[in-house]
């Protein structure tokens, strides 16, 4: 009688284990196997102007139908990153069937000029080698070496200064009205500004950049008042402007 009973204890376990592993195994097939989790919808999130939602999608390899547990979400990240417009991105699974992707896009600020053009952004981070088809209408940098797409630790230094040139000049009543070509860098002389409108070389040195720009918002209607287009400017000049007019 006890070894019966014994039995009986014993096939219900199995049972209930054998009950066990069947509800595993059909929940395992609802997850994975079936189409309750199949992806759908892919929503792309993000404040874009290089790259468009479609472009994003295109670039995660994902396709509508995979299995959002079989889904990983790690290498949509790391594929996100294979484009260089790319500075962050998140990815997220949102159960039963939708993937969501957040991208952020570098935003480059100027153009360097050195073994190629180059975008770099407001970190003087290297985006992309500037292609046919790019904005280039931006700012040149020029008299950086770049090597490959990098910048060197005093690269990175110049371009930090040149980006603060930029971005004196631009705030600058003059250097609203006659906008910004180029800046460039030579270890003579510094930092020098050509300008876009009325074309001339404003000397800005090699430091103080918002003073020497607004030194010349204070004389600038005396330098003006003289007739003749204006070659050059030297604001480097302790106190003064030296102005080189072009010959009549």
């Known amino acids: 009688m006890v070894k019966l009973r014994q039995v009986e204890r014993a096939l219900l376990s199995m049972l209930i284990v054998l009950a066990g592993l069947a509800a595993l195994y059909g929940l395992y097939r609802l997850v994975f196997l079936g189409p309750a989790f199949s992806l759908e919808k892919i929503v792309v999130d993000g404040n874009w102007k290089y790259l468009s939602a479609q472009e994003v999608a295109d ?38 069937d939708t993937l969501y992707i957040y991208v952020e896009e570098y935003r480059p ?15 003087a981070t290297v985006v992309k080698k500037v292609e046919a088809n790019d904005d280039k209408d931006m700012p040149l940098i020029s008299g950086i070496p770049v090597e490959g797409g990098r910048l060197g630790e005093e690269g990175d230094l110049r371009i930090r200064e040149m980006l603060a ?28 500004v050509f300008t876009r409108r ?14 020497r720009m607004r030194k010349i918002d204070r004389m600038e209607t005396a330098i003006a008042a003289r007739q003749g287009r204006i070659q050059y400017m030297l604001t480097d000049e302790d106190g003064r402007i030296i102005v080189k007019y072009r010959p009549a």
């Not at 396709?63 to 889904?71: A, D, I, K, M, T």
């Not at 609203?176 to 510094?190: K, M, P, S």
């Not at 009325?198 to 003073?211: H, K, N, T, W």
């Open 59 to 96: 670039i995660s390899g994902v396709q509508s139908g995979q299995n959002l547990f079989w889904l990983s979400v790690g290498e949509v990240y790391d594929r996100l990153h294979e484009s260089p417009w790319v500075k962050e991105a998140a990815v997220r699974r949102r159960l039963p």
């Open 109 to 123: 600020v100027a153009i360097v000029s050195s073994d190629g053009f180059y975008y770099v952004d407001a970190n």
């Open 198 to 211: 009325e074309p001339m070389q404003v000397l800005i040195g090699q430091s103080d950049f918002a003073g």
């Open 165 to 192: 040139v930029i971005d004196a000049f631009e705030r600058s009543n003059f250097g609203r009205r006659h906008g910004l070509a180029e800046v460039h860098f030579d270890e003579l002389n510094g930092y020098s």
